[in-house]
Each structure stands twice: as structure tokens, then as C-alpha cells.
């Protein structure tokens, strides 16, 4: 299995391809959308480049979860409800949510993954 680093770099070399960003750019702390200014288009590419340079299969929305952000299931005036909180951790055990359970406004989720939270999804992939 390849390693932490080696794991950073293929997905730091996605996401320099897929966004156009410089190399130092990406850091583990960079969010994704808020930093790196990637749109829902984008999202599809790093999807794509992530499959290709790890070997793995992605499920749509299974790291973007647009279902859950949409649904009135989960969704009560805005704001991710306890229901899709527990849907997102659930689904999304990768991601730290701490910041954004302060203030679950579905606008706020974007800028909720951060590029070591790729990293963590990567990994989770690889070693199942």
C-alpha cells in the first residue's frame, strides 16, 4: 500500500491538474473550494483523476454528498438538521465536521473539505 506522503502527492498532483493551482498551494489544510477555488464542474474531474491515479472506483456522491446537502429529509431552513449530520459522519467518516456542526448552513459545506480530508478518503479506499 503506498504511503501517507505518496498518497498526498498523487492527490496534490490531482487536484494541480484538475484546478489549475500552483503546487504550494495545496496544503493539507486547504479547503477545497474556499482555497482552491474548486466549483461542483471540478468536482467530477478530481473524481475522475483520483480513480485513474489510485486504481479505485468513486460512487457518485459518496465524496460529495449533494443528496444529503438537497434533501428535506436533512435539511431543515437551510441548515443540515441533526438527521443530516448523522447521515454525513455516517457517510463521510473521513472529514473532520466539527467546524461546520458550529454552523451547518448548507452554503458552509463547500469550504468544509479540506485537501487532508481527500487524503483520508484516499486511504480509507485503499485499504479496504
Not at 482552491?36 to 483520483?50: M, N, P, Q, W
Not at 452554503?107 to 485537501?115: G, S
Amino acid at each position: 500500500m503506498a504511503s501517507r506522503d505518496e498518497i498526498f502527492d498523487k492527490v496534490k498532483g490531482a487536484l494541480v491538474e484538475a484546478l489549475g493551482v500552483d503546487e504550494d498551494e495545496v496544503s493539507p489544510s486547504a479547503t477545497m473550494v474556499g482555497d482552491l477555488g474548486a466549483e461542483s464542474i471540478d468536482f467530477l474531474d478530481i473524481v475522475f483523476r483520483l480513480e485513474k491515479a489510485f486504481g479505485i472506483k468513486i460512487q457518485r456522491g459518496e465524496l460529495f454528498p449533494e443528496d444529503v446537502l438537497s434533501s428535506t429529509e436533512f435539511v431543515t431552513n437551510g441548515k443540515v438538521n441533526e438527521a443530516g449530520l448523522n447521515e454525513l459522519k455516517t457517510r463521510m467518516p473521513f472529514i473532520d465536521l466539527a467546524k461546520f456542526e458550529a454552523n451547518p448552513s448548507v452554503q458552509n459545506f463547500p469550504n468544509t473539505l479540506t485537501v487532508e480530508d481527500m487524503v483520508r478518503y484516499v486511504e480509507s479506499k485503499l485499504a479496504a
